[in-house]
């Protein structure tokens, strides 16, 4: 006797185990994290892309790599910091808007938010390592520079992050791959700043 085809019901119940994943994760992995690696993920490639333009305005005294290194490393820390919360404040503002507008609105945030991480905390460290060779701290249209491209940086990564998120990050696997890039690049950026101070101070 052929047993009945219980396969819809296999299906029903497996969707119902989905849904029933805390904070709507996809792929068990909670949206907030696949966001933020993904968002920090996509701001570090664009810091390695632009580490040229921060050594011109050192006036070459920087060498790409490690200043590359750095860069990563401040990027990554300010979505550890401040990623979660943000993305989370992104949410709550997301039930209030057509969906088509939430990567513009994660855009904004990352703009203004990662804007303003440039021109404090970057420029800090920026003009922490300069002032020590002697050289002027970045003012005027050079500290606007920093303050612009850290802006799109985090405008970029913040809108793919919101964008991607659901279709990169429904296994574990990429998830640690991009998680360990980030944070093997942000331990060698630490290694070469403390570097720095301890040759400059």
Do not use: H
């Not at 396969?7 to 949206?31: L, Y």
């Amino acid at each position: 006797m052929a047993l009945p085809d219980d396969t819809d019901g296999m299906d029903e119940r497996r969707d119902m185990a989905v849904k029933k994943v805390p904070g709507d994760a996809v792929g068990n992995i909670p949206p907030l994290l696949g966001k933020v690696v993904l968002a920090a993920f996509a701001m570090a490639v664009c810091q390695i892309i632009v580490a040229p333009i921060y050594v011109a305005l050192s006036g070459n005294r920087f060498a790409v790599i490690p200043w590359m290194c750095v860069m990563v490393a401040v990027t990554v820390s300010f979505c550890a910091v401040l990623g979660f919360i943000l993305f989370w404040l992104s949410e709550i503002i997301a039930v209030r808007i057509s969906p088509r507008f939430v990567p513009l609105m994660c855009a904004a945030i990352g703009l203004v938010s990662f804007g303003v991480w440039g021109g404090t905390v970057v420029l800090a460290v920026f003009n922490s390592l300069l002032e020590p060779l002697g050289v002027a701290a970045l003012s005027g249209l050079n500290a606007w520079a920093v303050i612009i491209n850290c802006a799109v940086i985090g405008a970029v990564g913040f809108a793919i992050g919101q964008a991607f998120y659901k279709r990169t990050m429904t296994r574990w696997v990429p998830l640690v791959v991009l998680m360990a890039f980030e944070l093997l690049v942000t331990a060698v950026g630490v290694f070469y700043l403390t570097q720095m101070y301890a040759f400059l101070y």
